[in-house]
């Protein structure tokens, strides 16, 4: 019994691992008032650079970070046309969705179905993604930079009277979710399926973005979240082989609760802890 | 640093100018991939152009691939004009398929099954917006994230009912249904794969909502609503029905769509990858590029016709993954949305 337990625990924290550190990059640039939608595609590009990375000089190190920068790189793609260019946030980021997968799927090609001999450890990707999401806590609540950081997503008008550079928060804010968004990929592509297989991030960039709105933009909260859908993916693979339900309800199982997580924060009215001006562009002298 | 000034009255010329600009930016990126990839731009565009409209066979191939654009992106056109971003339409699809295949193989064949089969159809991918649209309309869920996640869900509904309960009884091994009756199969064209009452019904669906935007109460209440949130509540009118209503009439024509797949085409329900290349996706890019006017859709459908058909030709002759569609799709709607910005403001550099 308490084997069974803490075998469940420990691939809910594999499976929550990706999840976690998606969903606390796409939390900061929430709470900075910008919306990325494009986790998925994000998540995607750095799972193959790490991949390409890793396989080509066994640099496990210099995988991740070029992960992080790519992934960094595409959502400052964003930031251009959303922030400076104004365009419509939610249609841009699943723009950058579409083409995330699509480059790594193009990319990708000359490593489909190609193995990591030699994977890196799951645990420092888990430990890395706890401890983020405790600093994290302490960075927006008890930093002034974090302060500053909630300002401009709560009012950016109010915080540029102050002097804050509400432009350059937002930029910097959208290039660290695109980086833990990269960091995920490479926990997919070196860890936890050390392979390359094209459409390998498997909707969880978007579990990730909805996780976000589920833990109420709280970093902590986020902790749990991610444990919980992890739990409720390993039950899927456990439970899969031996009922009588069709394994078809246990794989559409995430994506449901998701729908139904969303109803919930709707209902209750949740999405009233949101940043007041999450997806609102700023622009000075302009309403 | 780059100031922008609103351009209250932007130009016919400027807009052509832009939207054309932004195309062939998204083209030549999309080029600059296939030499990453290592497959010259030039050679790719040749054979991707060669292969479709230099060729019977390949326009036909083009057509076939137009038709659920049409369907799907006439409804998006007008879903996206109350900014209800259903990106939805290829579970909507599916589900339209499945209850489309329930009709032919539950019920007497008879000379009125294809109708009821579409009747089905647009009624099962009206419904399954309804969640989506319900939580939009009334508690301001975002429908872009329910609509997604419905798409995975009505995936694997349908792989449970070709591998379960649906399952042909002649078939050994595969996951899909018994054939359909032959008054539950669509006539084509000549030896093509057109299933040409489908194009009929896409091409009057389209002139269709284009009268209802433009000619009607409900369109005029429609506009409002997608122009001017503010003012439409100032003048009563009920935004959430609206909504609503917008969205299901989106997800029924994705429904019809699913419906011609099956019946003109495969004659059973069958593997949801097998149904859909992704019409659902590539719609959007359809009913962005329309901009707000279900009837332009008539030339932006064959366009991703083309697209669709082209990346299958990139997979044959040049072994290129299927992939490359979403190349184009992500390329194309980022630049069309950086291009609408440019055409709303004038850019201006200052110090």
Known sequence: ?287 | MIRFELDPLPRRRKRVGVYLGVLALAFTLAGALFAAYGVGPLEAYGTLLEGTLGDPQGLAEVLRRTIPLLLIGSGLTLAFRVSFFNIGAEGQLLLGAAAGAAVALFLPASAVSLPLMFLAGAAAGGLWTLPAAWLRARVDVNEILTTLMLNSVAGYLVLYLVSGPWRGEQVQGFTYTDEFPGAARLPLLGDTLVHWPTLVLGVVLAVALQVLLTRTSLGYELRVVGESPRAARYAGMPIPRVVLLTGLLSGGAAGLAGVGEVAGIHYRLLDPSQISLGYGFTAIIVAWLARGHPALVLLTAPLMGLILAGGDLLKISLNMPFRVIDVFSGLMLLCLIAGESLVRYRVRWAR
């Open chain 1, 1 to 287: 019994m308490m084997e069974e337990f803490l075998q469940a625990l420990t691939r809910a924290l594999s499976f929550g691992t990706p999840l976690l550190l998606a969903s606390l990059g796409a939390l900061v640039n929430e709470r900075a008032g910008v919306v990325n939608l494009g986790v998925e595609g994000m998540m995607a590009v750095g799972a193959l650079a790490a991949f390409g990375v890793a396989s080509e000089t066994e640099a496990p190190g210099a995988a991740v970070c070029l992960a992080m920068a790519v992934g960094a790189l595409a959502a400052l793609l964003h930031g251009f046309v959303t922030l400076t260019l104004r365009a419509n946030a939610y249609v841009s980021g699943l723009a950058l969705a579409m083409l995330g997968l699509g480059v790594a799927g193009l990319l990708g090609k000359r490593y489909e179905g190609a193995i990591l001999f030699e994977p890196a450890p799951e645990l420092p990707f888990t430990v890395a993604a706890g401890a983020l999401a405790v600093v994290l806590w302490g960075f927006l609540h008890a930093t002034r930079p974090g302060l500053v950081l909630r300002s401009v997503g709560e009012n950016p008008a109010a915080a540029d009277v102050l002097g804050v550079n509400v432009m350059a928060v937002r930029y910097l804010a959208v290039a660290f979710g695109g980086a833990l968004a990269g960091l995920a990929g490479a926990f997919l592509s070196l860890a936890y399926r050390p392979a390359w297989t094209d459409g390998m991030t498997a909707g969880l960039g978007w579990i990730a973005v909805a996780l976000v709105i589920f833990v109420g933009w709280s970093p902590l909260r986020a902790v749990l979240g991610a444990v919980f859908f992890g739990l409720l993916y390993y039950l899927q693979f456990r439970l899969q082989d031996q009922s009588q339900v069709p394994t078809e309800l246990f794989a559409a199982m995430p994506y449901l609760l998701v729908v139904v997580v969303l109803a919930l924060a709707g209902l209750r009215r949740t999405q009233g802890s949101a940043p007041a001006a999450l997806g609102r562009p700023y622009h000075r002298g302009e309403r």
